[in-house]
């Protein structure tokens, strides 16, 4: 079973447009990561939530953590071309063990 | 800054051949991730180290093992390779500590292509 999964799986936007990645788990997490992925390269840490209730904000990226701790949504502003690839969210539960969400692709239309 | 280091970066091997992958973390990062990606797939956790300590494993294949040294870089060791073993595989090294939560960085990747 997939302990996270994300929605959409893929996102098709017009530069300029905001757009929210969302992640789920199906339990309450220790922590929760976001990544970027660009086709074919490696993974990129965007930010790192713990507490429920957090917000991080990086540049034009924001990312929130419900009070539950068992949902988080990513938010891009003004979306450009260099947002485009794939966003993964990350899962620590219980120990060094850790969980991939089902990933979105993101385009980003000049 | 220095990075995590993975080596080979491009690996090719034969059906039944082994294969060492090795990660360096960041200097002062105690703690090793290994990660498989197929094409097309997400990331699946294969296995991690703590202190040069097996800390947690995840879908690991018995055809692998790995192990973390006393300077901290870890070796993936696959053996009777498959053609499903091709995949590119991630490690990430992030400081433990006190079990806190800590940015988890990732090296380059090394990408094995099983012929």
């Known amino acids: 079973s997939q302990e996270l999964e994300q929605s959409p799986q893929s996102l098709i936007v017009q530069e300029g447009k905001n757009l929210t990645i969302n992640c789920t788990s199906s339990?309450?997490?220790?922590?929760l990561y976001w990544y970027k992925q660009k086709y074919g390269e490696g993974l990129i840490f965007l930010m790192m939530l713990q507490k429920g209730g957090e917000e991080k904000s990086h540049e034009k990226i924001t990312a929130k953590l419900d009070e539950k701790k068992q949902q988080s949504s990513l938010h891009i502003t003004a979306s450009q071309p260099s947002h485009a690839g794939i966003y993964l969210c990350?899962?620590?539960?219980?120990?060094?063990?850790?969980?991939f969400g089902t990933g979105t692709s993101l385009t980003v239309i000049p | 800054a220095a990075g995590v280091i993975q080596s080979p970066r491009h690996l090719i091997k034969e059906k039944r051949e082994t294969a060492t992958l090795k990660c360096y973390p960041i200097p002062r990062h105690d703690t090793v991730y290994w990660y498989q990606q197929g094409p097309g797939q997400d990331p699946q956790f294969l296995i991690s180290f703590y202190e040069k300590m097996q800390s947690d494993k995840g879908s690991i294949p018995d055809r692998f093992s790995a192990q973390q040294f006393s300077d901290y870089h870890s070796e993936l060791n696959m053996s009777s390779l498959e053609l499903g073993d091709s995949a590119l595989y991630f490690c990430?090294?992030?400081?433990?500590?006190?079990?806190?939560?800590?940015?988890?960085?990732f090296g380059p990747g090394t990408r094995l292509t099983v012929t």
């Open positions: 990430a090294s992030n400081p433990m500590g006190d079990r806190g939560l800590y940015e988890q960085y």
């Open positions: 339990k309450t997490l220790y922590g």
């Open positions: 990350g899962a620590d539960y219980t120990g060094n063990q850790f969980y």
